[in-house]
């Protein structure tokens, strides 16, 4: 049973009744369909091997699974036995179990128990040994010296566990699922550690966490560090430690990671008999800042300064496109940007995000995709490459959503009630309905009064307790009494009717922020040309000095930009020579506002690629949807070399204001 067969068999236990046709599971699998007879004829010994026989149906070129759920569930438990991946596996899977099997042992291993445990010759083995010494070149792994003994790895504990979450999170494609699907390199590690004994105990440990710190992580995050935490937890049982000159990694000690990763391991080691170092908190913070077990706070990285004000941004644009302040929907705005950085994670491990209904959420709204289409290059100019078709669908979803939560709660379905009486039961049944549904009803009416009353009054939907002779699709016939069969079915249409609504009017709702929008954050007063300053601490208080003798700020702010800094680092030098300092704004800050200075002498802040400073701009905004557009266009301003190069030779605070003002306005005009 190699890999694409337990593909294949995944395809049909997911779709149970479903006959698929050879050719098109030719192309979902890639090969001819000579090859998926010969997969077909491999599952059919399985299945006979299990009893199984009658489960898979085979007629004019089509094979479908046709068990019970009962069948299914006794396939997958016996698909997942002992053994079972050893069973036919290709020579790619069997060098990758090698790989693995030897990374788990810490003593030598024999030619003679490989051949055993995977049913191959001695010559089968050693070509694929070949196979495994290029691997350790990619890692800069060697074997021990000693060959005659066997095969044993030099490899730290940190480069051990390090490979092995790489080749889990390789065999698992792009989203993190453990058990969801036959995965060969999984289950090795489960047989060969018994891994899936601690997952209760840790997934407790993780809803806990979640609850405690008040944070809320996507399901592939989860399964990620379930996997992660379980494999510390037994390679720390088995007395396996990392070594603190192993990880000298100081980055994430102070973030909100390291934390997390403390509390985890303290609260394991009353369960388990384990004892560990801060080297093993520090690993478990990277592995939890890498899987996003956590939510992203704005001052840890200067990539998510960049991403999170061109979400804004971009947000913004699409509640001006549509009147509606979807920028006011702060739980679609944390989700949206935690899934980007999600994408983020897998594009730097150079994979990409699958979505299955990319195509059907595309057709199912077409104008909204068009509208994210149109402004989807702020967000790729903030990341740096374009997004794909299952990016960009990802983002509609957030945007639709938001779209409808904001129709339900804002814009109730007008109502208009109609018996053949215009009261009476019309009334009864409008308490029910206000008792069921969030709508508005705007008049209760007769048949032969309906006419006018639709010729005074916008209205969504016509419901009635008597036939009508109105267009299919307008009204609905219902008794009096609401039946449990009509509640559900007027749930149905309610929502089916928020969809089509195509007419916003909504400006009233944005006006304010929108005219707060326009105006300058940047006041030409705050700026300060040629600045000396004797070190970053300095620079930060001289940017923020106009915005605390403004009374924008007081020195609180002051202190905690400082504080985050010496915590965090210096994340927000996001350009070379630029740095936007900033912190908590519900510390200190009393009206928004943003100062900017240029040194005399450039300072170094610390940062590893983009030192020295020469500009330092103090952000401090309350209101920062209001002002993304600004804050962004500030950004990118200074972003680009020649343009900064230009404002590097200008000598008064009023030519540098005009050309920033003059840029955004472009900006703003595009």
């Not at 042992?105 to 040994?129: G, P, Q």
């Not at 899936?196 to 710190?213: D, Q, S």
């Not at 800042?289 to 998510?304: G, I, M, P, Q």
């Not at 904001?406 to 215009?422: A, D, E, F, Q």
Request: proline letters at 2%; hydrophobic letters at 40%.
């Amino acid at each position: 049973m190699n890999k694409q067969t337990t593909k294949l068999l995944t395809i049909l236990l997911d779709s149970p009744g479903s006959f698929f046709h050879y050719e098109k599971l030719a192309v979902l699998l890639g090969v001819s369909t000579r090859s998926v007879r010969n997969y077909i004829q491999l599952l059919q010994d399985f299945l006979k091997v299990q009893k199984l026989s009658e489960c898979l149906e085979c007629a004019e070129g089509a094979v479908a699974f046709v068990g019970s759920q009962e069948n299914k569930t006794k396939l997958l438990d016996s698909v997942v036995d002992n053994e079972f991946y050893l069973y036919r596996l290709s020579p790619s899977e069997r060098v990758q179990i090698i790989f693995l099997l030897l990374l788990t042992r810490s003593d030598y291993c024999t030619l003679n128990e490989l051949t055993e445990k995977f049913n191959a010759s001695r010559t089968t083995l050693l070509k694929d040994m070949e196979q495994v010494k290029q691997m350790l070149s990619l890692y800069d792994l060697s074997f021990a010296p000693a060959m005659n003994k066997g095969y044993l790895l030099q490899a730290e504990e940190i480069q051990r566990r390090e490979i092995i979450i790489r080749i889990i999170q390789s065999s698992m494609g792009t989203v993190f699922s453990l058990r969801q699907d036959v995965n060969l390199t999984e289950r090795f590690l489960y047989d060969e550690w018994h891994l899936e004994e601690y997952f209760p105990c840790i997934r407790t440990l993780l809803l806990e966490t979640e609850h405690n710190y008040e944070i809320n992580v996507t399901d592939a995050a989860f399964e990620e560090t379930t996997f992660v935490l379980a494999l510390v937890l037994h390679r720390l049982l088995e007395g396996y430690q990392i070594s603190e000159k192993e990880n000298e990694d100081t980055s994430f000690r102070n973030l909100f990671v390291y934390e997390l990763a403390e509390y985890m391991l303290k609260e394991l080691a009353k369960v388990y008999p384990i004892t560990y170092e801060e080297s093993e908190i520090v690993f478990l913070a990277s592995r939890l800042y890498y899987s996003r077990f956590y939510n992203r706070h704005l001052a840890e990285s200067t990539k998510d300064v960049k991403l999170h004000m061109a979400l804004k941004n971009f947000v913004l644009k699409i509640g001006e496109a549509l009147d509606i302040p979807v920028i006011n929907d702060a739980q679609m705005l944390a989700q949206l940007e935690n899934h980007l950085r999600d994408i983020e994670k897998l594009y730097a491990e150079g994979s990409a995000l699958e979505y299955d209904y990319t195509v059907q959420i595309i057709e199912e709204y077409p104008d909204y995709y068009q509208l994210v289409h149109k402004y989807i290059y702020i967000l790729e100019e903030a990341v740096g490459h374009s997004y794909s078709e299952s990016d960009i669908a990802v983002v509609l979803i957030y945007i639709v959503v938001a779209v409808n939560r904001y129709s339900k709660n804002h814009m109730p379905l007008r109502v208009i009630l109609v018996c053949h009486t215009g009261n009476g039961t019309a009334n009864f049944l409008a308490e029910q309905l206000n008792s069921y549904f969030n709508i508005r009803i705007l008049a209760i009416t007769s048949n032969h009064k309906l006419q006018s009353v639709k010729e005074r009054m916008k209205y969504d939907l016509i419901i009635s307790t008597i036939s009508l002779q109105e267009p299919e699709g307008t009204w609905v016939k219902v008794s009096p009494m609401l039946t449990d069969e009509e509640i559900l079915r007027l749930q149905k249409l309610f929502i089916e009717t928020h969809r089509k609504k195509k007419q916003w009017n909504f400006r009233a709702n944005l006006g304010n922020a929108l005219e707060k929008s326009g105006t300058m954050l940047l006041k030409e007063e705050n700026i300060f040309l040629d600045i000396m300053c004797r070190d970053w601490k300095n620079a930060i208080s001289s940017a923020a000095a106009p915005l605390l003798l403004s009374g924008n700020i007081d020195s609180r702010y002051v202190e905690a930009m400082i504080r985050s800094k010496e915590i965090n680092g210096a994340y927000f030098v996001y350009c070379p020579s630029v740095a936007l300092v900033h912190a908590d704004p519900n510390v200190g800050v009393h009206v928004s506002g943003m100062s900017l200075v240029r040194l005399k002498s450039p300072v170094a802040f610390g940062h590893a690629e983009h030192d020295p400073v020469k500009w330092c701009i103090c952000m401090a905004c309350k209101e920062s949807e209001m002002y993304a557009k600004e804050i962004i266009g500030v950004m990118n301003l200074f972003s680009e070399s020649e343009l900064r190069g230009e404002l590097e030779q200008m000598t008064e605070r009023k030519e540098v204001f005009s050309y920033i003002n003059k840029y955004l306005q472009e900006v703003s005009n595009e």
